[in-house]
């Protein structure tokens, strides 16, 4: 049927003005005639409509303090809702092909930035203070939008089915989500130490001198601190201005809103104790991933597989950070085997091989046999 639907294509395009006469009506008379290739155009119009009908908006939280937010209704009434959550930089765009392949498998879909983050930022009027200028935002701070938004989604799209979907950054978010049955964890950060080890060194360099000056000290680590985290941001402010055309007088918010982020995060790590009994976490993890991070996720997620009797984890090799950017077809293949219950395996490891379309699933004491030789890996 793919061949019959591009050779109609390239006939109605191509070929001979008599073709539009003769050939293209018995064409069409074919196509008519086929139930199959009807209910696949239908679905391409239904998705069609659906990705022109992108809702964005400002959600506003309270003074200084809003996201920008862009969302896709769910196929049906039954289909889930994706709460995909940014990485540290910015979230995903609406117009992404890992978005619309979510779309087409019938999700319906939320993406947005945080407060502190450029984006959002940059909705604010323009005398409004930021919210982070004047309180301290801490990770639950940031999990508290996602669970605003989260119920902004259930009223908005008619379901209590949202599911909060993880990328780098926010996996130190979600570890402090409430209340969620699934939750995905996409190269989650599951400790900021095994995010960037030499920070973690230059941070505990300076805790270190607090004990020769207790009075000082711990002022001196902060000013450190920041002044570092604001020369890492500058530049990546100024790509987001230039990329999209962001009002430069806001430069300073931003990267203020950046090393924000960056405070919430010192000497996080993952405690298995913290997080929510009644949800499941599912982790898409990359081969490629910066050997630091990866053994601290593997670590993470043994001990859930150890204590959960439905942790699963994807690993997809060949495949560096940013998994639904490199591999949308993977990621979204990924979920949809999760979600609709097609995995034959609830807890173990999924080890997929892009090159050679291989997937490999290991359960249980063999999911931990297989962690502890990727480990050995990682220590050479």
Do not use: C
């Given at each position: 049927m793919r061949l019959l639907i591009t050779a109609f294509v390239f006939m109605s395009l191509a070929a001979p003005a008599w073709a539009d006469a003769v050939v293209a009506p018995k064409c069409a008379q074919i196509l008519i005639q086929n139930p199959a290739a009807e209910a696949l155009l239908k679905q391409v119009a239904a998705l069609k409509s659906r990705l022109d009908a992108v809702k964005n908006e400002v959600v506003r939280l309270g003074t200084g303090r809003q996201l920008t937010v862009q969302s896709i209704k769910p196929a049906t009434a039954s289909d889930p809702v994706l709460l995909l959550m940014p990485g540290v930089n910015r979230a995903l765009l609406a117009s992404d092909p890992t978005?619309?392949?979510?779309?087409?498998?019938?999700?319906?879909?939320?993406?947005?930035?945080?407060?502190?983050?450029?984006?959002?930022?940059?909705?604010?009027?323009?005398?409004?203070?930021?919210?982070?200028?004047?309180?301290?935002?801490?990770?639950?701070?940031?999990?508290?939008?996602?669970?605003?938004?989260?119920?902004?989604?259930?009223?908005?799209m008619g379901t209590d089915n949202v599911i909060p979907v993880s990328l780098s950054y926010t996996g130190a978010v979600s570890a402090h989500l409430k209340g969620f049955p699934l939750i995905f964890e996409t190269v989650p950060m599951t400790s900021s130490a095994a995010t960037n080890p030499k920070l973690e060194e230059y941070?505990?360099?300076?805790?270190?001198?607090?004990?020769?000056?207790?009075?000082?000290?711990?002022?001196?680590?902060?000013?450190?601190?920041?002044?570092?985290?604001?020369?890492?941001?500058?530049?990546?402010?100024?790509?987001?201005?230039?990329?999209?055309?962001?009002p430069k007088e806001r430069r300073d918010d931003m990267i203020e809103g950046y090393t924000v982020l960056s405070r919430a995060t010192?000497?996080?790590?993952?405690?298995?104790?913290?997080?929510?009994?009644?949800?499941?976490?599912?982790?898409?993890?990359?081969?490629?991933?910066?050997?630091?991070?990866?053994?601290?996720?593997?670590?993470?997620?043994?001990?859930?597989?150890?204590?959960?009797?439905?942790?699963?984890?994807?690993?997809?090799?060949?495949?560096?950070?940013?998994?639904?950017?490199?591999?949308?077809?993977?990621?979204?293949?990924?979920?949809?085997?999760?979600?609709?219950?097609?995995?034959?395996?609830?807890?173990?490891?999924?080890?997929i091989q892009p090159s050679t379309n291989e997937t490999k699933m290991f359960p249980g004491a063999q999911a931990i046999e297989v962690l502890n030789k990727i480990r050995e890996q990682l220590g050479k």
């Open positions: 978005v619309t392949m979510l779309a087409a498998q019938g999700y319906g879909v939320m993406i947005f930035n945080l407060s502190p983050q450029p984006l959002s930022v940059a909705t604010l009027a323009k005398n409004e203070r930021p919210a982070f200028r004047d309180h301290k935002f801490e990770l639950q701070d940031l999990a508290n939008e996602v669970q605003a938004l989260a119920e902004r989604a259930k009223k908005d941070r505990q360099l300076l805790k270190s001198g607090e004990f020769f000056n207790p009075i000082f000290g711990p002022g001196i680590t902060r000013n450190m601190l920041d002044t570092a985290y604001r020369q890492q941001w500058s530049q990546q402010v100024e790509t987001m201005t230039k990329q999209f055309n962001l010192e000497g996080f790590a993952w405690n298995l104790k913290d997080l929510s009994p009644g949800t499941r976490r599912v982790f898409l993890l990359a081969g490629n991933e910066a050997p630091p991070l990866l053994r601290h996720q593997i670590d993470t997620f043994e001990a859930l597989l150890k204590t959960r009797e439905d942790a699963l984890a994807f690993l997809v090799l060949e495949t560096g950070h940013v998994i639904p950017s490199e591999r949308p077809e993977i990621y979204s293949a990924a979920l949809k085997m999760v979600t609709s219950g097609s995995l034959p395996m609830k807890s173990g490891l999924v080890v």
